[in-house]
């Protein structure tokens, strides 16, 4: 599979505990971020979004926290399985015309059995 | 409904030779998105094509260049290769409306000798 764990800093949690992955985003005028997960051999994967008209929103087992005031943005995933270890990645976008997005660099979750 | 599909999945090139990788969208999506992911720099984007026209464009050189059909399939076509070019292309669909919705390929991994 795609070794795109290379350089990137791990994050290494206990299976059954609660993760954090934090993400610094660069733009302040960023309007929409979106959280990534890749798993090797695979393209990333879509976790879950937040606009910035909102500072926490939760899906299945993660939540999203936004704080635009120090531009940051965390993934917290509850009850963490061995399913969920493969890098993840924050991205952000300023949804005006033309709008793409920019990914962080990655970060890796290895889940401990 | 078939997810995005992108061909060849493996290709090993010479330096100096042209390459040209195809991506095929999700059925009714309009837009597509080429990103080269490599350890060092991470995601980085090339760009995007809506309805056969390049809407937005990265920093690369115009060595990397794409296209789009009317049927929304995509090529992106690199000349010249370098060294450097090695690393694994992404291409991301969505219906258009803007970053939302993109959904990724699993990516086509190039090698550059």
């Known amino acids: 599979g795609e070794s795109v764990g290379l350089h990137l800093p791990t994050l290494s949690v206990q299976e059954g505990d609660n993760s954090i992955i934090n993400c610094a985003y660069s733009n302040s005028a960023s309007d929409y971020f979106i959280w990534y997960k890749q798993e090797s051999g695979k393209g990333p994967q879509f976790i879950i979004d937040?606009?910035?008209?909102?500072d926490k929103r939760q899906g299945q087992r993660v939540t999203v926290l936004l704080n635009k005031t120090v531009k940051h943005l965390s993934l917290q995933i509850a009850a963490t399985q061995p399913g969920d270890s493969a890098v993840y990645f924050c991205a952000e976008a300023y949804t005006g015309a033309n709008s793409k997005l920019t990914f962080g660099k990655g970060i890796t979750l290895s889940v401990r059995p | 409904k078939a997810g995005v599909t992108q061909t060849p999945r493996y290709l090993i090139k010479t330096r100096g030779q042209q390459v040209t990788l195809s991506c095929s969208p999700i059925?009714?999506?309009?837009?597509v998105s080429w990103y080269q992911q490599t350890p060092g720099q991470g995601l980085q984007f090339l760009f995007e094509?809506?309805?056969?026209?390049?809407?937005n464009k990265g920093n690369f050189p115009g060595r990397f260049s794409g296209r789009q059909f009317s049927n929304s399939r995509s090529e992106m076509n690199v000349s010249t290769l370098e060294l450097g070019d090695s690393a694994l292309y992404l291409c991301?669909?969505?219906?258009?409306?803007?970053?939302?919705?993109?959904?990724f390929g699993s990516g086509t991994r190039l090698t550059v000798v």
């Open positions: 094509y809506f309805s056969e026209t390049q809407r």
């Open positions: 991301a669909s969505s219906t258009g409306q803007g970053v939302y919705g993109y959904t």
């Open positions: 059925s009714g999506h309009r837009s």
């Open positions: 937040i606009r910035s008209n909102m």
